[in-house]
Every structure is written in C-alpha cells, then in structure tokens.
C-alpha cells in the first residue's frame, strides 16, 4: 500500500517543519546540481546509517559527494537519517540537507531499490513501517541475501542498547553531551580547514581513547551478533554507534556501516557477495578534492558518548 509524497507531513508530526512534503520532491530541482561524473562506481548494495540531517554535525557535502559517485541496484537506509530529536528542540534545515533527500528520492525513481529503517532519532517513521513511498520501502527489520547465498538481518541497532531502551532521559542527558563535543569538533575543523589540512573528527578520536566508550560498542557487537545468530541468519548489518566495523563474532559476520558525522563511511556490497567499508573521508583525499566542511553541533545517537 503506496503513500503519497504529500503524506510525509504526518511523518513528522510535532516537528517544526511545517507543511515539508517539498522536501521528498524529486522532481523539483536540487541546490547544488548533480555532479556528472563517467567514473561512476556500481556495487550491489550499499548501507548508509546516521545521516542526523537536521543536525549541524551532518556532513552532508561529503554525503552528496559519496551519491554523487556511487550507485547500487539496493540501498539501505538503517537508521537516524533525519534527527527528529534535534528538529524537535531547534529547526535547522540548510539546502545541503535538501539536496541529500533529493538524491535518495531520485535514486528510488531511477529504479534503485531503496529500503528504509527507522532508528531511535527517527523514530516518528515507525509507525508507518511496511508502507512504501516515493519508492522507498519503510520497514522495521530485514534480511539482506547476498550475492554468495549468506542471510543477513538489517536493523538500526538501538533495540541492543539498554540505555535508550530503559533510561531514555539519560539517552537525551548523553545527547546534550555529544551535543558539546560536536561543538568543540566544529572549530577544530574550522581550524584544520582554513590550513588546508584534510577531514579529521575529534570526536571519533576522543571514543577512540575513552576506554568505557570502547568497552560499551564492543559489548554492543556481542549483543547484536549473538542476536543475529540466534535468529538463524549469517549475519547483521547495523548502526547506531557511529562505529564502523567488520569482524567475526561466534561464526556471525558482524557489520556496522558507521556514520555522517564523524566517520563518514558506508558499507558496500560487491557484485560478487565481497563486503568492504568505504571511508568517503580518505577516498576524496585520494581524489584530491576540497576539505570537507566542518563537523559541528547536534548528533547523537546513544548515551554511553551519547551517539
């Protein structure tokens, strides 16, 4: 059962967005115009999570560069694309975000299959999950086969994470924090930008070295593996932590497609069922492309360091 693009509005409801049915309008122009590039990329499927649009801390430019140079036959949007919990506090909504949904609703025009599921910051599109629109199918969970036969369970990942589920005012308490710390992350990008120096997150480091942090997303991989296993599938693709990852963990293939705001990676399935993490970061290095535009403010998506 198809919904209209016009319906979106009661996606957000309690927003302040308005009447933002525009938004999903891909046959209205893009801001900034699709970059025409020959040297276009093709894999079989590409999952991108934690895009928080709505959010200083989206970096969305190196977003459009990735969709700009990407294409799949599915993708999959696993969570916290748009920030409902930060859209709800503050409005912010810059063109770059628009240009965003643009690609993905003109990817799903193009004849991509683009399967769509909610996280804990978008939560308001649940309620519509197992509908389509504009192409896009909602959906609470699913399973990826991949080109190699393997069964693979799809799923944000904040159904793992205690904190959100049983103390949700800590999970906004740990919110306000990362909020702080993509502060911070902002001038020390603007700084490395006016020196020409290349893309580098402060907060991604800082998890890095922060050993309860550490702790907490490896106990995360556990938890969301050994449910995987359990549920008789080869293996899970997730976000939620920001944390990009591709391990073993008791015969579950483990993958987490990372994140917008700090990492900058998606996760790629070649024609041959092969899995790889593309740090987009390093790949516009590599092209010799501008810096990226700096980190900023609002993100989150757990409380342990609240993303």
């Known amino acids: 059962m198809p919904t209209t693009v016009h319906s979106i509005s009661a996606l957000t409801a309690g927003l302040p967005l308005g009447d933002i049915a525009d938004l999903f309008d891909a046959e209205g122009r893009p801001h900034r115009p699709e970059h025409a590039t020959g040297a276009r990329r093709r894999y079989r499927t590409v999952w991108i999570s934690d895009v928080h649009l709505g959010t200083r801390g989206c970096n969305a430019d190196m977003l459009i560069d990735f969709l700009d140079h990407v294409d799949s036959d599915t993708m999959y949007l696993v969570g916290d694309i748009i920030d409902g919990w930060q859209l709800k506090k503050r409005f912010y909504w810059p ?43 909602i959906r609470r969970k699913a399973i990826h086969e991949t080109a190699d036969g393997r069964r693979l369970l799809v799923l944000h990942g904040d159904e793992f994470d205690a904190i959100t589920l049983s103390h949700r ?84 293939a483990y993958y987490n497609d990372g994140d917008w705001v ?32 700096a980190l900023a403010a609002p993100v989150p998506a757990r409380a342990a360091l609240a993303a």
């Open 262 to 293: 700090e990492g900058c990676t998606a996760l790629v399935e070649h024609h041959d069922g092969r899995m790889e993490i593309l740090d987009w970061g390093e790949e516009m290095r590599r092209r010799g492309a501008p810096p990226a535009v």
């Open 95 to 137: 063109a770059a975000h628009n240009d965003v949904i643009w690609r993905l609703m003109k990817r799903a025009r193009r004849g991509t299959r683009m399967v769509y599921i909610p996280g804990n910051h978008d939560e308001m599109f649940r309620q519509f999950a197992g509908l389509d629109f504009g192409g896009i199918q």
């Open 169 to 252: 005012w800590l999970a906004h308490v740990g919110d306000a924090a990362y909020t702080m710390l993509m502060a911070l992350n902002r001038w020390v990008s603007a700084v490395r930008r006016r020196w020409g120096m290349p893309y580098w997150s402060l907060s991604k480091h800082a998890k890095a070295k922060v050993k309860n942090a550490v702790a907490f997303i490896s106990r995360f991989e556990e938890i969301v593996a050994e449910a995987a296993g359990s549920r008789g599938v080869q293996g899970v693709v997730c976000g939620h932590i920001h944390t990009a990852e591709m391990r073993e963990i008791a015969g579950v």
